[in-house]
């Protein structure tokens, strides 16, 4: 089953609040614009905290391209001081205009900040998930057939590299093969369910799965 966009659906950025999400929800189901299906993956996946988090996860993995990298800040232009004779007391209504002037841009601030550390988290961990499924589809003859599982980013303690490891399935009754993918190499290599007979591309991929997928070390090994 294809993963879902369920904002999309909605209608709604996947920054939209708690309530707006349940408001949205609420239109699509009186308007009929969604599936009673649809519908209960919303209420499921969204109006849960804690699973909501699960699900945007792999829905920036799946569509990178929804986080946007953030706009850089214009600088404010400096008033001109003014002279000490023409200076004047603040009216009440020009202070209350200036704090909230000022109030508006501290929550630019803000989430200007939250989303350069949305921008951050992907690239340190998404981008990288995204970038393996892409050369596993780049490998493959019929690249829109490929279905991925279990894909998760493996830090290697011994030599410090990074790979993403999961599975994969183009289609047919070929079934799930393993994928490694080395981030330094940008290299893929899909691991075939059935040993090969050469001795040495069988050590290869054995010895290429447990230093990128299970933490081995790789002095031990050679």
Do not use: W
């Not at 920036?60 to 990298?69: I, K, Q, W």
């Not at 209350?96 to 002037?101: G, L, R, V």
Request: with cysteine; aromatic share 10%.
């Amino acid at each position: 089953m294809d993963f879902k966009n369920l904002y999309a659906l909605l209608n709604i950025k996947p920054t939209a609040s708690q309530s707006d999400i349940a408001k949205a929800m609420k239109q699509a189901a009186q308007q009929q614009t969604i599936t009673l299906e649809n519908l209960k993956l919303c209420k499921l996946n969204l109006l849960d905290i804690e699973a909501r988090k699960k699900y945007n996860a792999q829905l920036f993995a799946e569509y990178p391209e929804l986080l946007a990298p953030p706009p850089e800040p214009k600088p404010e232009p400096e008033p001109e001081p003014e002279k000490a004779e023409e200076a004047e007391p603040l009216a009440p209504a020009k202070t209350k205009q200036s704090n909230k002037k000022l109030y508006l841009i501290l929550a630019a601030v803000v989430a200007a900040i939250a989303l350069i550390a949305g921008t951050v988290a992907y690239f340190k961990h998404f981008k990288p998930i995204a970038d393996a499924k892409e050369a596993v589809r780049d490998s493959l003859m019929t690249p829109d057939s490929a279905k991925f599982y279990k894909v998760k980013k493996v830090v290697n303690t011994y030599n410090k590299k990074i790979y993403v490891c999961g599975e994969m399935n183009s289609g047919g009754y070929a079934g799930k093969k393993k994928f490694v993918y080395e981030l330094k190499s940008k290299k893929v290599t899909v691991i075939p369910n059935i040993r090969p007979d050469n001795v040495t591309v069988d050590y290869y991929y054995r010895t290429l799965y447990r230093v990128g997928c299970l933490n081995a070390d790789p002095d031990e090994l050679f």
